[in-house]
């Protein structure tokens, strides 16, 4: 049986609980007590309770409520272990974790944060290259985790659904070369040699950069956030517990794909600009279409279109190696997918211009 005693002393109500406190309601008497006498301390006495329930708790939490209220101090004796976890419990404030302020770095610690980020993102991009290259060239030699399905859904993606933008836009690439080149040839009077400007424009550089600018916006993205979205759903984490090489599964087979098609893209991309050139030079400058294809046969070196051919190649590489690190490196997010997708495009197009100065560089003092 429950019980519950209370007196008041002067300024002091001692209350003392007994029994068993179990689904009892708010003894209104004790808090009109409270509110009729200027009450400065209560004190609470658990000695003889047994058992109880939420029932004490929430009398146990009135009584606090209404000592901050009206400023007076409450004071227990025995009392049991979980009423006084839950009442400090109950009766803290949530405090907002305190956030320490951000330390300011000069600028020599910033400086040296980003030699260290870039000396390390160089050194796991050198060897992902180098890996994936060592790869590349051994499975020709060799068995590999690469599946053929996976290699032909790769080359129909890199070549025939890329094959009508690759055309469109050689085409208008061809045809405003020779808008540019007409400007200054009719000053002399020899707009025929647009020609042959388009020719060795296309067939030496051009067709490879617009080739390689396209497929890094189109096919070397599409790697990345693939890739990217398997690194989320922590596919490529299943495929490691598998004991899958991830390079040999999920690289190669674009790497391989992208290095044979851009060539052969490269070589149309070529045609296309040509003719795009022969648009603007037949029925905007009325040139005989016998006198400019003469020219276009005449500017036609193989040594050109071999040129062409190598940057095209080592465009593939550089490609679907960016597509592909930053696709295995994405983060766990949907953002990170994102920025991978990014990464790859910039950098790939970043790379291809680094690589076309270099290759440039490498021809034009070898004399080719």
Not at 59 to 84: M, R, V, W
Not at 109 to 118: K, N, P, T, V, W
């Amino acid at each position: 049986m429950s019980k519950i005693e209370f007196n008041i002393t002067g300024n002091v109500l001692d209350i003392c609980f007994s029994g068993d406190w179990q689904k009892q309601n708010l003894p209104e008497d004790l808090f009109d007590a409270l509110n009729n006498n200027a009450i400065k301390k209560v004190n609470i006495d658990f000695s003889d309770l047994k058992l109880w329930d939420s029932s004490l708790l929430t009398l146990l939490i009135c009584l606090y409520d209404l000592a901050q209220k009206n400023a007076f101090e409450i004071k227990s004796s025995k009392t049991p272990a979980g009423i006084a976890e839950l009442i400090k419990l109950a009766t803290s404030s949530a405090k907002a974790p305190v956030v320490p302020l951000p330390i300011k770095e000069d600028f020599l610690s910033r400086l040296g944060d980003f030699a260290i980020c870039i000396y390390k993102s160089f050194i796991s991009g050198t060897h992902f290259v180098f890996d994936n290259l060592n790869i590349f060239f051994a499975s020709f030699f060799k068995r590999t985790a690469m599946r053929g399905v996976d290699f032909l859904f790769a080359l129909q993606d890199c070549g025939p659904k890329a094959l009508p933008i690759v055309l469109l836009i050689s085409f208008m690439v061809g045809l405003i070369l020779a808008f540019v080149g007409a400007i200054q040839l009719q000053m002399f009077g020899a707009e025929v040699y647009v020609a042959s400007l388009v020719t060795i424009a296309m067939t030496r550089i051009m067709g490879a950069i617009m080739v390689g600018i396209i497929m890094s916006g189109r096919t070397g993205a599409s790697f990345a956030a693939t890739i990217g979205t398997m690194q989320v759903n922590e596919e490529i984490d299943a495929l490691k517990t598998m004991g899958i090489n991830v390079n040999e599964f999920l690289v190669l087979p674009r790497l391989k794909a992208l290095v044979i098609t851009i060539p052969l893209l490269t070589m149309l991309a070529d045609f296309s600009g040509i003719a795009g050139g022969a648009a603007v030079g037949i029925f905007a400058l009325n040139i005989p279409y016998s006198e400019f294809f003469k020219h276009t046969y005449n500017a036609w070196f193989l040594k050109h279109f071999l040129v062409g051919l190598f940057h095209a190649f080592v465009f593939g590489f550089i490609i679907s190696l960016s597509g592909c690190y930053f696709g295995v490196n994405c983060g766990r997010d949907a953002d990170s997918v994102g920025k991978s997708t990014t990464s790859a495009v910039v950098y790939s197009i970043v790379w291809m211009i680094i690589a076309t100065g270099i290759i440039t560089f490498c021809f034009q003092r070898i004399g080719i």
